[in-house]
């Protein structure tokens, strides 16, 4: 991988780079689309990483549909596919990790210690591998789009990120991988991230600003007998999450929450 990038680098190409643990969907193929438009050259990676998951989350579970996924990935006529074993990302007494303090502490970072650790960490081994001029992410990950731009800041990585908007179901739910855990009657109870968020918006569309306020109505669509537990509902500051007393431009409002044992993101920023 690391020869065939450096070949198409040094011919002049625009390489771009699409990170996935696979189980593609729609979300993921805007990205692999907004890259073609970009990009004369693009990677796509695969990869479960296994230092993002914490004890007892779902890495043994996580979806895994690769030749589905090549078969997707082939039709939008993507040239390179790295999908390497987690032995060789993490060969034997390796002991370096990338820990981005501070911002990859919070929300995301606070429920799921360690989680933004493993993700800069195989994030920063794949820029190298790869060395792209821009890779692509999604807007649903808000927390661990913050915790890459500093990452990529911090370690002067030669890459431009690239976050793209979120992709939906008619209904409103967020695309993810992990949709795929859910029943019936979840996937219906998931929605309630979505109204949430939704109603959010249309206060800050009619000019109401105070976090206090914004957050005990988001906060109602979460109480008991919704069969979805909360994890945060934040409104925060996007590029450092700290979290702000009134909305003002370019404000991130996040949610995440369990639908079950399905835990599920969400967000969207206010300009």
């Known amino acids: 991988m690391q020869a065939i990038c450096r070949e198409l680098r040094l011919k002049g190409a625009v390489l771009g780079l699409v990170p996935t643990m696979g189980a593609l969907h729609e979300g993921h193929l805007s990205l692999v689309r907004r890259a073609r438009t970009e990009c004369n050259a693009l990677a796509v990676s695969i990869f479960v990483n296994p230092l993002q998951f914490g004890p007892g989350e779902d890495l043994a579970r996580y979806p895994r549909t690769f030749e589905e996924d ?35 502490d919070r929300l995301d970072g606070a429920s799921r210690p360690g989680h933004f650790t493993g993700v800069a960490t195989v994030v920063a081994k794949l820029f190298h591998i790869v060395g792209p001029s821009r890779a692509y992410f999604g807007q649903k990950d808000a927390a661990q789009l913050a915790v890459l731009h500093q990452m990529a800041r911090d370690l002067n990585f030669d890459v431009e ?22 029943s019936t009657t979840e996937r219906k109870q998931a929605l309630v991230l979505h109204q949430a968020l939704l109603r959010m918006e249309k206060m800050i569309a009619e000019g109401e600003r105070q976090n206090d306020v914004l957050m005990r109505e988001g906060t109602k669509f979460f109480q008991a007998g919704t069969g979805v537990r909360l994890d945060y509902l934040a409104i925060v500051d996007p590029n450092t999450l700290v979290p702000i007393a009134s909305v003002k431009g370019n404000t991130l409002v996040a949610v995440a929450a369990y639908v079950g044992s399905t835990r599920l993101i969400d967000n969207f920023i206010s300009t």
């Open 70 to 104: 090549c078969r997707l990935l082939e039709a939008q006529g993507v040239e390179l596919l790295f999908a390497p074993e987690a032995a060789e990302m993490y060969r034997p007494g390796a002991v370096t990790t990338v820990t981005v303090s501070e911002v990859g």
């Open 161 to 182: 990120i690239v976050g793209c908007a979120i992709v939906r179901d008619a209904d409103g739910l967020a695309l993810s991988s992990r949709n795929k855990y859910l």
